[in-house]
């Protein structure tokens, strides 16, 4: 068991080290378009399409790197209270708050599956992209948090959790 977990730890910190690529492309896309925007509206004529797609580039971006803080545990946590509980209880307490994290990924899967089908037809009004594709970041995103919300789940419930940052 515990080969098969640092298995899936392992998948955890490649997927990781890929999103953040993705996550500086994205950037570093939306600091060159903004520019771009920004020296086109001052001395020449406004890009119509600028905008929206650093917005779309934005959604992704902080999506994605909800991932990453998910993974690392930086997310914002109220834990001075299990802090203060003996391993028993501390142990009780973080595998239920995994079990009800990877429930709410589950309805965070369904609920973005649920509004690409309702987008099936529509594109972007300036680049015309496929709003399924936009909204496509919603499940895929979740879907990256459930695996590392399992990963963590497996890491407790056997006891190998020897969760370093990364």
């Not at 109220?78 to 003996?86: G, P, T, Y």
């Not at 594109?123 to 990963?151: D, E, N, Q, W």
Request: aromatic content about 14%; glycine content about 4%.
């Amino acid at each position: 068991m515990k080969q098969f977990y640092l298995k899936l730890k392992e998948i955890g910190d490649y997927l990781n080290s890929i999103i953040k690529i993705f996550i500086f492309l994205m950037l570093a896309a939306m600091t060159i378009i903004i520019t771009a925007q920004i020296i086109c509206r001052v001395f020449f004529t406004a890009l119509s399409w600028t905008e929206e797609l650093s917005r779309y580039l934005l959604v992704w971006g902080s999506l994605l790197a909800a991932t990453i803080a998910y993974k690392q545990g930086s997310h914002i946590a109220i834990n001075f209270i299990v802090e203060k509980l003996k391993d028993k209880r501390r142990k009780t307490i973080t595998i239920f708050t995994n079990i009800m994290t990877i429930i709410f990924f589950l309805i965070g899967i369904n609920y973005g599956i649920k509004m690409i089908s309702l987008q099936i037809f529509q594109t972007s009004p300036a680049l015309l992209i496929p709003m399924k594709i936009i909204y496509l970041c919603l499940p895929l995103s979740f879907s990256i948090m459930l695996y590392y919300g399992i990963v963590n789940l497996l890491g407790e419930l056997t006891g190998y959790k020897e969760m370093k940052k990364s």
